[in-house]
């Protein structure tokens, strides 16, 4: 696996210069929004901290975002909660979804069945 790259500070201004002056966007594929158009600006945002980028994007905080990225795209929408045995329950169907974003996506509510919802 190959380090770190150097960032060649003067190449990236001089490609930012370019795009703007010919209105080349690159569109990168937003979760739960889809194709989303970014100016040189915005890619070079994205491109420098993608998690940062979509937390900027959709006014969370890293926790909140990292939490509801991993509830929908990685456990695939199971309940969080956990059983009188003390293993997850893992209910289907209860996909707080993927549309709404992760904006008000509330940990221990939006990723609980109707039985595990926890009290805030
Ligand atoms: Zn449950």
Known sequence: M?????VDVV???RVVKLMN???IKVVVNAPARGALALDA???????????????DFFGTTIEQYRSWY???YVE???????NKKGKRCRKTGISY?????????????????SHHLEKK
């Not at 190959?2 to 150097?6: L, Q, R, S, V």
């Not at 070079?44 to 940062?52: G, I, S, V």
């Not at 695939?76 to 956990?82: A, M, N, P, S, W």
């Not at 979804?97 to 069945?113: L, M, W």
């Open 21 to 23: 002056s010919r209105g």
């Open 97 to 113: 979804g993927k549309d709404k974003g992760p904006g008000k996506f509330i940990v221990g509510v939006s990723d609980r069945c």
């Open 11 to 13: 190449m990236v201004k």
């Open 41 to 55: 600006e915005g890619a070079a945002f994205f491109l420098q901290d993608e998690e940062l980028f979509w937390c």
């Open 70 to 72: 991993s509830f929908e």
């Open 76 to 82: 695939r929408g199971l309940c969080r909660g956990v």
């Open 2 to 6: 190959a380090g770190p790259e150097k």
